[in-house]
């Protein structure tokens, strides 16, 4: 695996090497001794899936607080994703920055989302299917979002025709800057 960092710090792109042959090739994309190395969490104690049906759909932006603060990796097994991270950690010299990145089945890439930061995605392909890995356990009393269209973040989204979200990615409050 190649880590590639990212500029909100922990967060990575990782990148398969893939070992070929007449097959086809066999890439690791989990260890907890390379991840160790580059002071990543790799402890999964979940493994979900997100399945759009249509390009255009947009999720987050996410997080969980507390003792649920997590860790996630996340690939696409399926279509291709216009991925967001947004930095929420206000001891962070990034804080309230943001980051985009496409993830899709073609390039096999994963990145990986440090605690207190914020995950969201759009959807650039119909038949999307992406791939979460957590470090701490689902608790949605402990689940959290902010707007993906705060003008606080301003997070630059590609142009989407018709976007589908959830009434309650709609209704996220507004970022308070602290005074
Ligand atoms: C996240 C999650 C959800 N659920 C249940 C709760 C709802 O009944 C249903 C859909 O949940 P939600 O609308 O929160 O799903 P997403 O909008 O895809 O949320 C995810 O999208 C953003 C982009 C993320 O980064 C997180 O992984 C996650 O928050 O699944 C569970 O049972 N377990 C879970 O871990």
Redesign the pocket.
Known sequence: MIFHPLPLAGAFLIEPEPIRDQRGFFARTVCRKEFAEHGLNAEFV?Q?L?WNEQQGTL??M?YQVQERKEA?LVRVAAGSIYDVLLDLRDQESTYLQWYSVELSAINRMHIYIPPGVA???LTLSDHCEVI?QMTAF?D?TA?RGVRWDDPVFGIEWPQAVDLLM?A??KSWPLWVRES
């Open positions: 979940q979900s997100s999720r987050g996410h996630k995950h969201g995605f979460y689902y949605p689940a959830s309650q990615d």
